[in-house]
T-cell receptor, first 111, second 118 residues
Framework: GQQLNQSPQSMFIQEGEDVSMNCTSS?????WLWYKQDPGEGPVLLIA?????ELTSNGRLTAQFGITRKDSFLNISASIPSDVGIYFC???????????FGTGTKLQVIP | DGGITQSPKYLFRKEGQNVTLSCEQN?????MYWYRQDPGQGLRLIYY???????QKGDIAEGYSVSREKKESFPLTVTSAQKNPTAFYLC?????????????????FGSGTQLSVL
């Protein structure tokens, strides 16, 4: 099965810094989703994107649906310790099609 | 409170044993899914079901079986044929809505079951 390429795989940042991560695919998607997973828990949906070029914010998080429909970006501003976790992107190509997940970006915040 | 409940949180399997992981949702969602997560990897789809009494194989269905007798429940059985069952298993559900071309499915996850081999 296909998996999305997500980068970076992991990152250490200082508290207060901004963070950027991205996800690329060889296929076009109609929907992009960004999730955060805490250790030993299920992923929680952060942002959903439905239209090419769309820019959506959720608090300190901002995500964009790439114009080519083959990529998406997530930015976190002014990071705090509770931002620690694994961030997954996911793409879905159309109705009743399964969701494909990225390999995850592990974020660690240094206080 | 509405949500997805997975049980147990931790499960141990002996050689040659079948074990069943429970997943229940009270969100009135039509579709349910099982994913497997290995350390450092993304989520891989095992099985999914869009409607009661119907389910489809995902990318890694070998060694697993499911049933969907009720809308709320989608149990996963890890059979003895699955030779490397140690992983974190996640159940998810979604509302299937919209047209074929514009449909979007937001997945909502349970808190997972960690399965280990004794």
């Amino acid at each position: 099965g296909q998996q999305l390429n997500q980068s970076p795989q992991s990152m250490f940042i200082q508290e207060g810094e901004d963070v950027s991560m991205n996800c690329t695919s060889s296929s076009i998607f109609n929907t992009w989703l960004w999730y955060k997973q805490d250790p030993g828990e299920g992923p929680v949906l952060l942002i959903a994107l439905y239209k090419a070029g769309e820019l959506t914010s959720n608090g300190r998080l901002t995500a964009q649906f790439g114009i080519t429909r083959k990529d998406s970006f997530l930015n976190i501003s002014a990071s705090i310790p509770s931002d620690v976790g694994i961030y997954f992107c996911a793409g879905q190509s159309g109705g009743y099609q399964k969701v494909t997940f990225g390999t995850g970006t592990k974020l660690q915040v240094i206080p | 409170d509405g949500g997805i409940t997975q049980s147990p949180k931790y499960l141990f399997r002996k050689e040659g044993q079948n074990v069943t992981l429970s997943c229940e949702q009270n969100l009135n969602h039509d579709a349910m899914y099982w994913y497997r997560q290995d350390p450092g990897q993304g989520l891989r789809l095992i099985y999914y079901s869009q409607i009661v009494n119907d389910f489809q194989k995902g990318d890694i269905a070998e060694g697993y079986s499911v049933s969907r007798e009720k809308k709320e429940s989608f149990p996963l059985t890890v059979t003895s044929a699955q030779k490397n069952p140690t992983a974190f298993y996640l159940c998810a559900s979604s509302i299937v809505s919209g047209t074929y071309l514009g449909a979007n499915e937001k997945l909502f996850f349970g808190s997972g079951t960690q399965l280990s081999v004794l």
